[in-house]
């Protein structure tokens, strides 16, 4: 499956702003889908996963209640809206799948990744 992730921007401290990710290929509703981001230095860290149904979701710690994954198999997108930002949430964000049913936080395991999105959040 192939993905395209959108949607960052630069937004003030306390803001929003939705991600997408638009998948092209085999069938996304077969995969489960994650978002990871990156800065600079950095390694690649978990965000939030989805199951292929949208069932079962995961959240990394310094995001619940901040931050909600969601997708809509029938147009094959996925989508994380993030409410609440703060500058330490700058950073590139990826949209990953994985075929799988269980969504896994490991970023070594998942196989197609999008291109990232830069998310800059100024204080």
């Known amino acids: 499956v192939q993905l395209q992730a959108s949607g960052g921007g630069l937004v003030q401290a306390g803001g929003s702003l939705r991600l997408s990710c638009a998948a092209s290929?085999?069938?996304?509703?077969?995969?489960?889908m994650g978002w990871f981001r990156q800065v600079p230095g950095k390694e690649r860290e978990f965000v939030a996963a989805i199951s292929p149904r949208g069932v079962t979701t995961y959240y990394a710690d310094f995001v619940k209640g901040r931050f909600t994954i969601s997708r809509d198999n029938a147009k094959n997108t996925g989508y994380l809206q993030m409410n609440s930002l703060k500058p330490e949430d700058t950073a590139v964000y990826y949209c990953?799948?994985?075929?799988?049913?269980?969504?896994?936080?490991?970023?070594?395991?998942?196989?197609?990744w999008g291109q990232g999105t830069q998310v800059t959040v100024s204080s």
């Open positions: 290929g085999r069938t996304f509703s077969s995969y489960a």
């Open positions: 990953a799948a994985d075929l799988v049913v269980v969504p896994r936080t490991a970023s070594t395991l998942y196989d197609s």
